[in-house]
């Protein structure tokens, strides 16, 4: 009888069987969830990869990229908007400078400063992997009927809420707002 429950449904029926003192119906859906993220995170994957780009890399050139003219951010607003350490943050931004597709440079308004800018490499890249990315994310979004994928947008976007406080991300000073699961890049 197993041979027909995914491999959530048959640890949950595991769990049950060992702790029938234990509710454990909620592994049906974070169990899933999050099995779910880590099959959509390598479908993902696939795309930056044709791109010779990581995730945090894409990430980088993405948030520049969105950030409008002239597509530049200073390093520490790149940290919080991809919700990574200032140190990770060098490590990709090392590479992709050495690849020619960000520049850093001073600020012109505080010299101590230093800006992180997309280069014209940079931007045809990350035009063109966003471009796929869509077309990637429609593939995977259309395994689900139109008004089962409009359901649990608005299912995930009442959970998440409860998670964190939206913000606007077109406010410079409060990167936050920018924060980003993977695939909402």
Do not use: C
Request: net charge neutral.
């Amino acid at each position: 009888m197993t041979e027909h429950l995914d491999h959530v449904a048959r640890i949950q029926q595991a769990w049950a069987r060992e702790r029938p003192d234990l509710d454990v119906s909620p592994q049906g859906v974070i169990g899933r969830l999050h099995r779910l993220a880590g099959h959509l995170t390598e479908q993902l994957r696939v795309v930056y990869r044709r791109y010779g780009l990581g995730e945090g890399e894409f990430d980088v050139l993405a948030t520049l990229r969105r950030a409008g003219e002239p597509f530049e951010r200073a390093p520490g607003e790149l940290a919080a908007f991809t919700m990574v350490t200032t140190g990770a943050m060098t490590k990709r931004l090392d590479r992709l400078e050495r690849d020619g597709l960000v520049t850093r440079r001073p600020s012109t308004s505080d010299g101590r400063a230093r800006v992180v800018a997309l280069t014209g490499a940079g931007r045809d890249l990350i035009d063109q992997a966003f471009t796929e990315h869509m077309r990637n994310e429609r593939r995977l979004l259309d395994l689900l009927a139109p008004d089962e994928a409009a359901r649990l947008e608005s299912l995930l976007a009442t959970w998440l809420a409860a998670f964190e406080t939206p913000q606007h991300e077109g406010s410079r000073s409060d990167p936050v707002g920018a924060r980003r699961r993977p695939g909402t890049t």
